[in-house]
């Protein structure tokens, strides 16, 4: 059995490191500039600004709703990821009437530093939003993967230098590093505002969902969804959600290969159908119910979005407890 355990680590070892070297060779903002295309549509439009952060300047994708914007959610990307890997994601949000602001950066271990000077902007309202738009009050953090970290981070930030409209957090197959659960507890503020996550199925590249103890430990009786798998093969799952499944679209040869699989476009989807009801919810201080379970344990509880998913004959998806 020890034999067997060694092996398992150090193939988990060696797995981290090849993921380690493939997405190190994705510089964050290199993809993004490219990727916003400074798009229009009829409901939202994205920019490409920098922004001056803690004296360096960051180059920041800004996705507008046309119509005023009901709150502004930072949404940032995953480790030596961008922007632009987000783009649609971004814009499902952004549709919803939410604005969104996504800051290109260095992500690992959810960068603190960045994390904290960016709390310190919004709550000073030091931020400006391009084309005449005005800095909503309330405001949103999320992320994906190591970006969720960050989200974390600021949003722990945010609540410290007790600014009053912070509504809560949408995370998306975050990974977590040190001091991830006291940042949710302290974004949850005791189940006071809501904190909420989309996961993927246990992988290499989401650490086997280590974000999953700080989320259920929340004292709130639902924090989202896990997207899992469509089949079983000699008792192995396989296929459904992949950590990259929030890039969708805007993934590519890195991503795919830093995750060990492909964005699913049904579970892609999925997920941005829930993180953008969320987070219109988050802005308007609503709850779609369809969305939502009263308690994570008991599928009765569960509004219809969640009910279509987890009733399913395979493991499609499960409430997140």
Same mark, same amino acid.
């Given at each position: 059995m020890?034999k067997?355990?060694?092996?398992f680590?150090a193939?988990?070892l060696?797995?981290?490191?090849t993921l380690g070297?493939?997405v190190?060779l994705?510089?964050g903002?290199q993809?993004?500039d490219v990727?916003?295309k400074?798009y229009s549509?009829?409901t939202?439009s994205c920019v490409?600004?920098q922004i001056v ?5 960051h180059? +920041?994708d @800004? #996705?507008?709703?046309?119509?005023g914007?009901?709150? =502004?959610m930072v /949404?940032?990307?995953g480790f ?5 890997? !987000?783009r649609?994601t ?8 939410v604005m969104?602001l996504?800051v290109?950066g *260095?992500m690992?271990a959810?960068?603190?530093e !960045?994390? *904290?000077?960016l ?8 931020l ?8 909503p009050q309330? #405001? ?5 993967s ?5 989200a974390?981070?600021l949003?722990a930030?945010i609540? +410290?230098?007790g #600014? %009053?409209?912070?509504?809560g957090?949408i995370?998306?197959?975050?990974v977590?590093?040190g001091?991830?659960t006291?940042? !949710?507890?302290a ?5 006071t505002?809501p &904190? =909420?996550?989309v996961?993927?199925?246990p %992988?290499v590249?989401n650490?086997?969902?280590?974000s999953a103890?700080? =989320? &259920?430990? !929340?004292? %709130?009786? $639902?924090?989202g969804i896990?997207?899992? @798998?469509?089949k079983y ?11 990259i499944?929030?890039?969708?679209e ?6 795919v =290969? ?5 964005a699913?476009?049904t ?5 941005r159908d829930f993180?953008s009801? @969320?987070?219109?919810d988050l802005a308007t201080?609503?709850r779609?119910?369809? $969305?939502y379970?009263? *308690? +994570?344990?008991v599928?009765?509880?569960?509004g219809?979005?969640?009910k279509?998913? &987890?009733d399913l004959s /395979?493991p /499609?998806?499960a409430?997140?407890r």
């Open positions: 020890k067997q355990t060694k092996t680590l193939g988990v060696a797995a981290a490191t070297g493939l190190g994705a510089p903002a993809a993004a990727a916003c400074n549509s009829s939202s490409n600004t952060i803690d004296g360096e300047s180059s +920041a @800004w #996705y507008l709703p046309q119509a914007a009901s709150a =502004l /949404l940032n990307h030596s990821r961008g922007c632009g890997n !987000l649609g971004s814009k499902a949000v952004a549709e919803k009437g969104v996504c290109n *260095d690992t959810g960068n603190p !960045l994390a *904290d000077a709390g310190d902007l919004m709550t000073r309202r030091a400006t939003p391009p084309n005449g738009k005005t800095l309330r #405001y949103i953090v999320g992320g994906h190591a970006g969720g970290h960050f974390s981070e949003g930030r609540d +410290a230098n #600014y %009053s409209n912070f509504a957090a995370l998306f197959d975050p977590a590093s001091g991830f006291a940042n !949710l507890q974004i949850s503020k005791g189940a505002r &904190v =909420l996550a996961t993927a199925r %992988s590249t650490l086997f969902n280590n103890e700080a =989320l &259920v430990g !929340l004292a %709130s009786n $639902y924090v896990q997207l899992v @798998w469509t093969s000699l008792g192995t799952p396989s296929g459904g959600s992949c950590h499944d929030v890039e969708g805007n993934t590519d040869l890195i991503g =290969l830093g995750a060990g699989c492909s699913n476009a579970q892609t989807a999925r997920l993180g009801a @969320w987070a219109k201080g609503t779609t119910a369809a $969305y379970c009263d *308690d +994570a344990n599928v009765s509880t569960c219809s979005k969640v279509s998913l &987890v /395979l /499609l998806a409430p997140i």
